[in-house]
């Protein structure tokens, strides 16, 4: 008999869940009856993304997010995600199955000291990627996701000073891209950080026709190798449509759920981690299971809130990133 803490590390909550019960039924009557979405992320596992409404990057999860009519948003994904889903949609309840599904990339930039740098550069208009926090945001003249951020930049007059924050690879990628000089905070994911160039290597040696896809959160060595970068929408889009049949993936490992539900005619290789983990696992994502997600939905809890003085600040450069991606097409 598992103890209580061992079913908790298990990722169940502590409620006890009927073993009878089909939960992939039970969350879809739950669904109808509350008038509820589920939006997942592709780096949650596979169960969730099987019964998600909506599963995306994380521009794609801001707009369904924004535009939504259910009363109820289950966000199966990260603390930043819900929090910007309760920021584009205040009135609605916003859950998230594991309320510390954080994230090592949104930490990396506490808002007391990025309100500190940012005082150095006082003629400096701020992009923050939204992997980061409400607060974050609030300080922030334009979100941008992997998905837009070039664009973004590039829709900027030439001579308009920039601040670019958390992510110093994406920002970096960003600042090649467009030839911008970009001051940029010297934060990273943790998952995006531990790709090993050595292994790569080793396996386009032995899958030479392979081609590498990569996430822009990934360093500069790994990107300079990679066939394609993009966001995970990006990257699932390019291997479906590209006639090579293997793929080396360089981003969180659950994209690879529907990667091979889109192609069962091609093989996709997680790339490897620089020691023998399952690093290329977000465990802040991992956090979220199909059992939290029923009894979330069950209980409405744990739900998400963010102060009023900070929805109406943070919903600004939010919008303005969603204004900007529906005008350029990004
Ligand atoms: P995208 O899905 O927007 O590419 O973001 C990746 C990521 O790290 C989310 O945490
Ligand atoms: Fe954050 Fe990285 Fe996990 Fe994405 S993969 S949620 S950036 S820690």
Not at 69 to 79: E, L, P, Q, R
Not at 97 to 123: N, T
Not at 260 to 276: L, M, R, V
Request: with cysteine; aromatic share 8%; net charge negative.
């Amino acid at each position: 008999m598992d103890t209580f803490e061992e079913i908790n590390m298990k990722g169940f909550a502590d409620e006890f869940i009927d073993p009878s019960l089909d939960l992939f039924d039970e969350i879809e009557k739950l669904k109808k009856e509350k008038n509820a979405v589920i939006l997942a992320h592709y780096y949650q596992e596979p169960d969730i993304q099987d019964i998600a409404d909506y599963i995306g990057d994380s521009l794609g999860l801001s707009q369904q997010a924004a535009k939504t009519d259910a009363g109820i948003i289950v966000f199966a994904g990260v603390h930043f995600m819900a929090e910007t889903a309760k920021i584009l949609s205040p009135s609605k309840k916003v859950l998230l199955p594991d309320i510390k599904a954080g994230c090592s990339l949104a930490d990396s930039c506490p808002p007391h000291l990025f309100k500190k740098f940012k005082e150095q550069y006082p003629d400096h208009l701020v992009i923050t990627y939204v992997n980061c926090t409400a607060e974050l945001k609030a300080m922030s003249d334009i979100v941008c996701t992997s998905s837009n951020a070039v664009g973004i930049v590039e829709s900027l007059p030439k001579d308009q000073k920039i601040i670019f924050a958390p992510d110093k690879n994406l920002g970096a990628y960003v600042a090649k891209k467009t030839g911008r000089d970009l001051v940029l905070w010297n934060g990273a994911c943790m998952v995006h950080e531990i790709f090993s160039r050595e292994k790569i290597i080793k396996l386009k040696e032995r899958h030479p026709g392979a081609k590498l896809l990569a996430h822009p959160e990934c360093e500069e060595a790994i990107l300079k190798m990679a066939d394609y970068i993009g966001s995970t929408t990006g990257i699932l889009k390019y291997a479906s449509k590209h006639e090579a049949k293997e793929f080396i993936v360089a981003t969180e490992a659950g994209i690879l759920h529907q990667m091979e539900k889109e192609n069962p005619d091609k093989i996709f290789f997680p790339a490897p981690p620089d020691n023998s983990c399952a690093c290329n696992e977000c465990p802040h994502m991992k956090r979220n299971t199909l059992e939290k997600l029923y009894l979330c939905l069950k209980n409405e809890s744990p739900e998400i809130t963010v102060p009023q003085y900070i929805i109406e600040k943070a919903v600004k450069p939010i919008e303005r990133m969603l204004e900007i991606s529906a005008r350029l097409g990004l």
